[in-house]
């Protein structure tokens, strides 16, 4: 089977063909991710959400317990994340930060 989908890879693009396309949609993602920057960081343009996440995190790499404050801005991180909003159900992430503060 992998064999078969590489004949009809090597059919479809020749060695220009593929480094052209790779050329491109790399240029798309860093370019996305240029503007998605300089919207929310320097514009101060991105959704109130996003700029909720970035505030909070920025505070969250300042504190001194950073523990706790992962706790208050839980509900901020779980409108946001729906990925952390999963692990905060589980107990996933509190006991992560309960687990790093007994490190600490």
């Known amino acids: 089977m992998i064999h078969m989908i590489q004949e009809l890879f090597?059919?479809?693009?020749?060695?220009?063909g593929l480094h052209a396309l790779?050329?491109?949609?790399l240029y798309v993602f860093l370019r996305a991710n240029i503007d998605a920057n300089d919207v929310a960081f320097n514009r101060g343009q991105a959704p109130q959400e996003i700029a909720?996440?970035?505030g909070a995190i920025s505070e969250l790499f300042a504190c001194e317990a950073w523990t706790?404050?992962?706790r208050e801005i839980t509900p901020i991180l779980q409108k946001v994340l729906p990925r952390f909003a999963e692990l905060t159900s589980t107990g996933t992430a509190g006991q992560v930060a309960v687990a790093a503060e007994a490190l600490h």
């Open 10 to 16: 090597e059919q479809t693009l020749s060695a220009f």
């Open 22 to 25: 790779s050329n491109h949609n």
């Open 52 to 54: 909720d996440l970035i």
């Open 68 to 70: 706790d404050r992962l």
